[in-house]
């Protein structure tokens, strides 16, 4: 059994993950959280837009939206969803153990 070093994170980025991982209900990789289901619990869109751009470049999430090309768009928001780099499963309890059963 290989060992996953935590990718570290800050307490803003730290919330946000927590939020998005709630909101993950599903099978492993599925995901339905919009940018605007965190805005509450994150403080506002511009806070999650910083959050988007910063989790994606430490490989912890992915946004699923063709006509964005992967950058978070705030118009298209609503029609963009936010995912669980694979490698950070570890960071969701259920597919965590999932992923351990499947190994």
């Given at each position: 059994m290989t060992t996953k070093t935590a990718t570290k994170l800050t307490k803003k980025e730290t919330v946000f993950v927590t939020a998005l991982v709630k909101g993950?209900?599903?099978?492993p990789g599925f995901s339905d959280v919009c940018p605007s289901d965190l805005f509450e619990v994150?403080?506002?869109d511009k806070a999650v837009a910083g959050l988007i751009g910063s989790l994606e470049k430490k490989g912890v999430i992915w946004i699923d939206d063709d006509q964005c090309h992967g950058r978070y768009v705030l118009d298209r928001a609503p029609?963009?969803?936010i995912?669980?780099?694979?490698?950070?499963?570890?960071l969701h309890a259920r597919w965590a153990k999932e992923q351990a059963l499947n190994a």
């Amino acid at each position: 059994m290989t060992t996953k070093t935590a990718t570290k994170l800050t307490k803003k980025e730290t919330v946000f993950v927590t939020a998005l991982v709630k909101g993950l209900y599903a099978e492993p990789g599925f995901s339905d959280v919009c940018p605007s289901d965190l805005f509450e619990v994150c403080g506002g869109d511009k806070a999650v837009a910083g959050l988007i751009g910063s989790l994606e470049k430490k490989g912890v999430i992915w946004i699923d939206d063709d006509q964005c090309h992967g950058r978070y768009v705030l118009d298209r928001a609503p029609m963009m969803f936010i995912h669980l780099e694979e490698d950070h499963y570890y960071l969701h309890a259920r597919w965590a153990k999932e992923q351990a059963l499947n190994a």
